[in-house]
């Protein structure tokens, strides 16, 4: 039978069934809007165990959106999902270098991939900065070396590529950069992902 529910409503009805069908699971409170965002984008209750958390990760990004800070995604389609809004009210905002002529241009000439240049270009931004990957474990690995060669120190790194190739190798190794981090292990991941994560951020704050 259709549930009859007013526009305004569907999301916090789909809420309270995400909570019902997680049953007696017990999230880490501060984890547990982020989980639930997540769950809520893809309709995957896989996410409310493969995502990772480093200590006092979410409570991090909050503070670092409190301040002001940038956000770098690796694609057009997070950079479009991430609430521009709220993040323009704390004075942030978003960059994709991915689309970028002299990106495309620069990485034809090394032989790399466009979404290394793009982590090479945000690492050049002067303010701190959220780094949201959903798509590219180049992008991800390229991160990893840039935070090892003490060139970028992420506010916290988002790290959910979808894929096969060194997608698993790239997020355990981010896990390991000595930065907070949000990582979804295993495969799944995806731009719409990063997106939630950055977003259930900036409704905490925005309540």
């Given at each position: 039978?259709?549930?009859t529910?007013?526009?305004?409503?569907?999301?916090?009805?789909?809420?309270?069934?995400?909570?019902?069908?997680?049953?007696?699971?017990?999230?880490?409170?501060?984890?547990?809007?982020?989980?639930?965002?997540?769950?809520?984008?893809?309709?995957?209750?896989?996410y409310?165990?493969?995502?990772?958390?480093?200590?006092?990760?979410?409570?991090?990004g909050i503070?670092?959106?409190?301040g002001?800070?940038d956000?770098?995604?690796?694609?057009?389609m997070?950079?479009?999902?991430?609430?521009?809004?709220?993040?323009?009210?704390?004075?942030?905002?978003?960059?994709?270098f991915?689309?970028?002529?002299?990106?495309a241009?620069?990485?034809?000439?090394?032989g790399?991939?466009?979404?290394?240049v793009?982590?090479?270009?945000?690492?050049?931004?002067?303010?701190?900065?959220?780094?949201?990957?959903?798509?590219?474990?180049?992008?991800?690995?390229?991160?990893?070396?840039?935070?090892?060669?003490?060139?970028?120190?992420?506010?916290?790194?988002?790290?959910?590529?979808?894929?096969?190739?060194?997608?698993v190798?790239?997020?355990?190794?981010?896990?390991?950069?000595?930065?907070?981090?949000?990582?979804a292990?295993?495969?799944?991941g995806?731009?719409n992902?990063?997106?939630a994560?950055c977003?259930?951020?900036?409704?905490?704050?925005?309540?």
């Amino acid at each position: 039978m259709l549930e009859t529910i007013k526009p305004m409503d569907i999301e916090k009805r789909s809420f309270a069934i995400i909570t019902e069908l997680l049953g007696d699971r017990t999230l880490d409170p501060e984890n547990e809007p982020v989980i639930k965002r997540v769950i809520h984008t893809t309709a995957d209750f896989d996410y409310a165990d493969n995502l990772c958390f480093s200590e006092h990760a979410v409570a991090r990004g909050i503070e670092a959106l409190r301040g002001g800070c940038d956000t770098v995604t690796d694609t057009q389609m997070a950079r479009s999902g991430i609430n521009k809004t709220i993040l323009g009210r704390l004075g942030g905002e978003v960059h994709c270098f991915m689309s970028d002529p002299d990106v495309a241009e620069e990485a034809r000439a090394r032989g790399i991939t466009r979404a290394v240049v793009s982590m090479e270009r945000a690492a050049k931004l002067e303010k701190p900065c959220i780094f949201a990957i959903g798509n590219a474990p180049t992008a991800l690995l390229a991160l990893h070396d840039l935070i090892a060669a003490g060139t970028v120190k992420p506010a916290l790194v988002v790290g959910v590529p979808v894929g096969f190739v060194n997608v698993v190798e790239s997020k355990e190794r981010i896990m390991t950069a000595g930065v907070p981090y949000i990582v979804a292990r295993g495969r799944k991941g995806g731009s719409n992902v990063a997106a939630a994560i950055c977003n259930a951020m900036l409704y905490q704050i925005s309540r």
